[in-house]
């Protein structure tokens, strides 16, 4: 059976690229799952970003972690919390969520390449930051490892149902619903050795009235 197919409740399974794109694109931090030199297995969470056909994390050229995940078989979790399902037993609970697992091998980026997809991931964290800041300068370049997994090999599970309750347990007077998580509050705080005078730019402005 392949790794991407369900084992259990299928029906939780979407097979849409609009989907997987559209989660990896509103979430930050991915899970990049590996294995040590000794076997061991590692896992680490980090920024990615989606840029096309590719998912894009960063990091130090002195990572371990990068080194290892580089050219070899590897896997990545993305997740998007909505909220909890709240049936009328606890057994029946659960989450709301869209989860998305991608397999394959992270390339070395270089060059062009590499530039591009620092920029997407600055743009990821802060839209429109790029313009309000310089370039990255060729010591920063430098010290910069750039990996891409292609998006090729994928599962991805969405949850978003009400309780499946027993007729006993609808007769009976618990609640059940959903608690959704709704917008997050967006607070934006100064630097302690900000001159005075210097005001918060437009991205992030935009962050903060997006929440």
Do not use: C
């Amino acid at each position: 059976m392949s790794r991407t197919n369900a084992t259990r409740m299928p029906e939780l399974m979407s097979h849409e690229r609009e989907a997987l794109d559209a989660l990896l694109d509103s979430e930050i931090v991915g899970n990049v799952a590996y294995v040590n030199d000794d076997g061991s297995p590692g896992l680490l969470p980090t920024a990615v970003a989606r840029l096309g056909d590719s998912l894009i994390v960063h990091g130090s050229t002195g990572s371990r972690w990068m080194r290892l995940v580089s050219g070899v078989p590897a896997a990545v979790s993305v997740t998007s919390l909505g909220g909890i399902v709240v049936a009328r037993s606890a057994f029946e609970s659960s989450l709301i969520y869209s989860s998305a697992v991608l397999f394959g091998s992270f390339q070395v980026l270089h060059g062009d390449e590499k530039s591009a997809a620092l920029d997407a991931l600055t743009e990821k964290l802060i839209p429109g930051r790029l313009r309000e800041v310089r370039p990255n300068n060729k010591k920063e370049l430098a010290a910069t490892l750039v990996l891409a997994l292609p998006i090729d090999e994928w599962s991805l599970r969405v949850s978003d149902g009400w309780p499946e309750d027993t007729d006993d347990d609808i007769a009976d007077d618990a609640w059940a619903g959903q608690v959704r998580w709704g917008t997050r509050a967006a607070t934006v705080v100064d630097a302690p050795d900000l001159r005075s005078g210097i005001h918060a730019p437009e991205s992030v402005r935009a962050l903060h009235d997006r929440g």
